[in-house]
């Protein structure tokens, strides 16, 4: 797919949410933790740190193409 085709078939809110990258990584001893694989192979892995009952810093880990990218961002 060519850039002015991924512009055209995908709204810019998706095209930032697919690219965006600031909660990625992970952290020790998290709280919360989750992973999940799915049957086209995308893996996500979520963190979580509760502070007051309340989540206070999440990230993930993924393996997957820019669509999984943007639901984990969403």
């Not at 992970?26 to 309340?54: A, H, M, S, V």
């Not at 393996?63 to 961002?73: E, F, L, P, S, V």
Request: charged content about 25%; glycine content about 8%; aromatic content about 8%.
């Amino acid at each position: 797919m060519s850039d002015s085709d991924m512009l055209a078939e995908h709204s810019l809110r998706f095209l930032e949410m697919a690219f965006c990258s600031d909660k990625q990584g992970g952290f020790p001893n998290p709280d919360g933790y989750g992973k999940n694989t799915r049957i086209c192979g995308d893996t996500i892995e979520i963190f979580l740190l509760i502070q007051e009952d309340r989540i206070s810093r999440i990230s993930y880990k993924l393996k997957g193409c820019m669509n999984t990218n943007a639901c984990t961002n969403a």
